[in-house]
Structures are given as C-alpha cells and as structure tokens.
C-alpha cells in the first residue's frame, strides 16, 4: 500500500516538474526581441527590489544603442572575454561547461558555471540570480529557443545593452558615458578591454581600475586583440596623436 501511495506522488510530483518546465518552451515570447527593446529586465526589476528593501533611492541608468554605435572593440572584447566560441556554438559551450562542472565537483559547490553570452541574456532578460537545478532547465530551454529565432547578431545587441556594468548601470553606453565621459562608439580597444573584463562581477569593480585582476586581465584580453589583428597598436598610436600633429603645407 505503501508503494502504491509513493509511486502516485512520485507521478504527481513528475508531471508537475514537466508542465511546470514544459511552460517554458511556449513562454515568453522570444520572437518579438527580433525588433523589440525590452524596457526592463528581470535581472533590473531584482536590483530595483533590493534597492527599495535598503532604502535607496536609486534609478535604473540605460540608453539603448544599435549595434552600429557601439564600437567594434566592445563588441569583440565581450565575446573573447564572455565567450569566445559565441559565434560558432548553438546557445551553449558543452567544453566550458564540463570544465566548470568537474571545479564545482571538486569544491563540492553547485555552480555550473561556462554559461555562453546566449545563457547570461536569458538569464538577464526573464530570470533570477539564484542557483538551482530548476533555475537551468529554465535557463537552457529558452536559450535554445533564443538561439533558433534571433540572429547573433540581434543576441550580441541585446546582451550589450542589458548587461549589469556597475551600481544602477545597465548596457554599454550607460557604462561608456560613466566611466569614460564618452558614447560606446568611441570606445578605444584597451577601455573596451577594461570594461569587458568587469561583465563577470561588475560590482566588485566599483572602483574603476584600483583592481590589479582588472588591470592584468584586461592587458591579456587587450594582447588577444592584437594577436588576432583586431587591434594594430601602430595605427592606435597614430590615430590617437593625430590631434597634437600639425601637418606643414608647401603653398
């Protein structure tokens, strides 16, 4: 009798977990971030609460930009920094992750960590910051939606603009405009560097660039830049000097 009642719970309690999850691969609607900016972000709606329960007054700072006015080098620091196999994978970097798993099993910590740009949007745009089992079936069954109706493109965009970059700054020209007194598209390739190495915990770097760990691997994200001819330091140099140089014309 005893069996009977438990294997009737088990059942219960497994076509809960399935129409539970099973909600998932209908909602939310994820076709409409084809031409839709969402206004606000489940991850922003979080730190708006944790605001209110502290007693600060403060307010979400974001200006949405397309990806042509933001630099080339945000752009391509992010995903070398982020997730270096962006353009290549399918929602998720299985190597990353298995890597990331076997450090959790030896600390005996549930992390799961080598989550992929397409991870950390949904993660932005419809979940919660808290660690569990549920939390990333959720996760992995509207990246795999995300990644078969956007283009990386469109994924890259809307990662850049709703990413956490410090206390109430939210996308890539909110933090270029903070930090730099500049917009995105002027970004050069070291600040690019600097502020892609933040996206992992921005708030530990409150203090902009007082972090050797900022310094340092920001400098080794700027050398792959160069490595793989995205930045040429020569070209840098000159085109940053070219304001102090006057040029002498033969009449």
């Not at 809960?16 to 971030?33: Q, S």
Request: aromatic letters at 14%; a positive charge; proline letters at 4%.
């Amino acid at each position: 009798m005893v069996k009977i009642y438990l294997r009737i719970i088990l059942f219960f309690v497994l076509a809960w977990f399935f129409c539970y999850v099973g909600y998932y691969f209908i909602v939310p609607d994820v076709a409409r971030l084809k031409k839709w900016h969402p206004p606000q972000t489940s991850f922003m709606e979080y730190r708006l609460r944790q605001w209110e329960k502290q007693s600060r007054k403060k307010k979400i700072q974001q200006t949405w930009v397309s990806l042509p006015q933001i630099s080339p080098y945000v752009i391509k620091a992010v995903i070398i920094a982020e997730d270096d196999k962006f353009w290549s994978h399918e929602g998720f970097d299985f190597e990353a992750m298995q890597k990331a798993l076997a450090k959790d099993i030896e600390k005996r910590k549930f992390r799961v960590g080598g989550s992929t740009i397409s991870q950390q949007l949904v993660k932005n745009l419809y979940l919660l910051p808290e660690k569990s089992i549920i939390r990333k079936v959720k996760e992995a069954i509207i990246t795999w939606r995300i990644e078969r109706k956007l283009s990386k493109k469109r994924i890259i965009e809307l990662y850049l603009n709703v990413a956490e970059w410090g206390d109430g700054l939210f996308g890539v020209e909110a933090a270029a405009r903070h930090y730099y007194g500049k917009p995105a598209l002027s970004l050069t390739a070291p600040e690019a560097a600097r502020l892609a190495v933040m996206l992992p915990s921005p708030l530990k770097y409150q203090q902009f660039g007082t972090s050797k760990y900022l310094e340092k691997r920001s400098e080794i994200i700027y050398q792959i830049m160069v490595r793989r001819g995205i930045v040429i330091p020569e070209y840098e140099t000159v085109m940053e000097a070219t304001d102090d140089v006057v040029i002498e014309t033969k009449e």
